[in-house]
């Protein structure tokens, strides 16, 4: 794989950079969004059962 970008070496790069850290950042956040609405279904089942 060549990774010679040539003059424009300073502007890829970095580019190259910002796009994995916002990929990096929005796989974070679903997760913990995830985790969260899980958590928050099963208060809701908790508080449900607790209720019958």
Known sequence: MDFDAGKYAIYIWPAFGITISAFA???????????????????????LDANR
């Open 25 to 47: 950042w929005m796989i974070v956040d679903s997760l913990a969004q995830a985790r969260r609405w899980r958590a928050e279904l099963e208060r809701l089942q908790a508080e």
